[in-house]
């Protein structure tokens, strides 16, 4: 059915099937960091999201692209959970990328979110699920939305199977586990049991450091959900939204702004010198620079 959906709304919308064909086109090179595979693609139709101001000056003087009466005509959603419309994304990343914004214009927020994120996971099993919060690459930090892109696309769907983990909170069979995947920081939490999934988030979440002005602890969320394995749910705790190179000048500039999707493994680059000049070293200096480390997470745990 979702498909079907994709397929019926690309045939009628001109501007996101323009920038599907357009998808087949990008450029992207392959990058070992530490024994950990990124894919880094050039994606210029992105300059939207990673060139977006999301300050809440210019947030409140724009109108909401997720809210139902400013979206164009052709965008059709299907209504999921009661308060959901799954839409078509025009600006993929992905093959078949979708916006699942809330039916209501209220803040981008994962507290209570985390169930139903799970439960679009079960319903479309071939897609990831992920969350952006308000400070870490949401390019619509006032209308709660998640997103889903297909699967078989960011490495680390594969790495969470693969990658030694230190086990950090359990809830009857279900774990919470911190990745050995430096200097990434990845929590994986593995369940069958949907209800104790929610709780070792919950826990995680209260643990988590929070910044005065901040409404929630900065983390972005993937989940995807498999028959045989349960869910997996992975959160990267975030300490900074844009690294300092996104607003530097001259040479020191690399337009990146880090959100789910490039801690999935898949670096988007809207800029094509960018994409030319990342390579190990400045990979691994800008995930040092916005993730919380591994050890903050430990003692988080020990303490
Ligand atoms: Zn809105």
């Known amino acids: 059915m979702i498909n079907h ?150 490495p680390i769907e594969e790495q969470v199977k693969q990658k030694c983990m230190t086990l950090l909170d359990q809830q009857g069979e279900a774990t919470l586990s911190l990745m050995d995947d430096a200097p990434r920081t990845t929590l994986v939490i593995h369940t069958k049991v949907l209800a104790d999934g929610v709780t070792l988030f919950d826990r995680l979440y209260n643990r988590l450091p929070m910044k005065a002005d901040d409404t929630e602890p900065m983390m972005n969320v993937l989940a995807m959900y498999d028959a045989s394995t349960g869910w997996t749910v992975c959160i990267f705790p975030r300490i900074k939204h844009r690294p300092d190179c996104y607003y530097a000048e001259g040479d020191e500039r690399l337009l990146s702004s880090p959100a789910s999707v490039d801690l999935g493994g898949v670096f988007i680059l809207p800029i094509e010198e960018d994409f030319n000049k990342i390579n190990a070293s400045l990979l691994a200096s800008i995930l040092e620079e916005i993730c919380l480390s591994g050890e903050a997470i430990k003692q988080l745990y020990l303490k």
């Open 5 to 154: 959906f994709i397929t019926s709304q690309l045939e009628r919308w001109e501007t996101a099937r323009n920038n599907y064909e357009a998808l087949k086109e990008v450029k992207v090179k392959e990058i070992d960091l530490n024994g950990t595979l990124y894919k880094v693609q050039f994606n210029p139709a992105r300059i939207v999201s990673s060139g977006a101001k999301v300050d809440a000056k210019a947030i409140s003087q724009r109108k909401c692209f997720l809210c139902a009466q400013n979206r164009p005509e052709v965008q059709e959603g299907i209504a999921w959970g009661g308060h959901y419309d799954i839409l078509v994304n025009p600006f993929p990343i992905f093959p078949r990328h979708l916006t699942i914004p809330d039916s209501a214009h209220v803040d981008q927020r994962i507290k209570g979110r985390i169930l139903a994120m799970m439960e679009l996971t079960a319903e479309l099993p071939d897609f990831t699920i992920f969350y952006n919060g308000p400070k870490c690459g949401a390019s619509a930090p006032d209308h709660a939305h998640f997103q889903a892109g297909n699967k078989g696309f960011m």
